[in-house]
């Protein structure tokens, strides 16, 4: 089978290429998966440059990248339900802890990983559910229901934080989002978002409090290093922040006792940790919201396998607004 793979860390135009190897087969419990269209997210990106490597050496002979795709079962391995040949699924965690990843004509994996395609949702889209979408969603919902309650996504232009805005909308909260630029402020409100705040503005907490008419219930965090002082102003006694990143502070002082005094839970999300029944809820939340058509994925570019190297390229450049995949032809 042909796959994009990489045999030594550095940029994509220098250690990505196309080649053939050997197609595998499905053990027990597991399936074959022909890949239609792999997402490429910035924890793939960052691997294949060596960011996440801690200095290590390369871990395996070579590396199929990315943990996102979608694509329809094959072959099935002992053990596995014969009414799932020819299934259209999503797959989620196909590159995490091993060398083989969804950038290639096939994967064989486990079956719970390989998640039935909803009607009326293309391969396109399913590609993009793993990482972004149950970040999302498990950042939404992670502790229940929202409705009723106010949920501020911070960085609602960003690809989680788009999918945030109209996941806690769907679901009943009042969404308060922060963006910046014209462009990305109008793009979120179309999201759904009852009002969006610029968050270069230097009275950010107080607008944000103004637009959420009081403090917030929750919050959905991007930059938690850089939004701590932000966000202890803001949550609400017994609120939550669910925080998936912090790039751009990653070693941050924490205000611990305004926020234990508003008895704040704080969870660091990585959504390939999440256990079976969080994730599944995650899931659920996911599919409903796509039934309900109150959920856009948007895809912004489609790379060929040939052009792997640039579809990397396209998302460390930081500037895109929606998906990036690659199509395995």
């Not at 419990?29 to 390369?58: C, H, W």
């Amino acid at each position: 089978m042909q796959a994009l793979l990489y045999r030594r860390f550095g940029p994509a135009d220098d250690v990505l290429s196309v080649e053939n190897i050997p197609t595998p087969e499905p053990g027990p419990g597991e399936v074959q998966v022909r890949i239609a269209f792999t997402g490429v997210n910035p924890s793939d990106v960052k691997l294949r440059a060596g960011a996440r490597a801690g200095g290590g050496a390369f871990p395996y002979d070579l590396i199929v990248p990315h943990s996102d795709g979608a694509g329809v079962i094959t072959a099935l391995g002992d053990g596995v339900d014969r009414s799932r040949l020819g299934q259209p699924v999503w797959v989620w965690n196909g590159q995490w802890r091993r060398a083989m990843g969804t950038c290639a004509e096939v994967i064989c994996l486990p079956q719970a990983q390989a998640i039935p395609l909803p009607e009326a949702v293309s391969l396109e889209v399913g590609a993009t559910l793993g990482i972004p979408g149950l970040t999302a969603a498990h950042a939404v919902f992670g502790d229940g229901d929202v409705a009723g309650k106010t949920v501020l996504v911070q960085g609602g232009a960003g690809t989680v934080g788009f999918l945030a805005v109209q996941l806690a909308r769907w679901g009943g909260a009042r969404v308060i989002a922060t963006a910046r630029g014209d462009a990305a402020l109008v793009r979120v409100q179309d999201a759904g978002a009852h009002a969006v705040v610029d968050f270069t503005r230097a009275d950010l907490a107080d607008a944000i409090l103004q637009a959420a008419g009081g403090p917030v219930d929750r919050i959905v965090e991007v930059e938690f290093g850089r939004n701590t002082a932000t966000s202890a102003q803001v949550i609400a006694e017994g609120g939550r922040i669910c925080a998936y990143g912090s790039a751009a502070l990653m070693e941050p002082a924490l205000p611990f006792y305004p926020l234990m005094f508003k008895s704040v839970t704080l969870e660091m999300a990585l959504v390939y940790l999440l256990p079976p029944e969080r994730r599944q809820v995650a899931i659920d939340r996911l599919h409903g919201a796509l039934a309900a058509g109150a959920l856009q994925s948007p895809v912004e570019a489609v790379f060929p396998l040939s052009e792997g190297a640039r579809a990397h390229e396209r998302v460390e450049a930081g500037t895109r607004q929606g998906a990036v995949l690659v199509r395995i032809d």
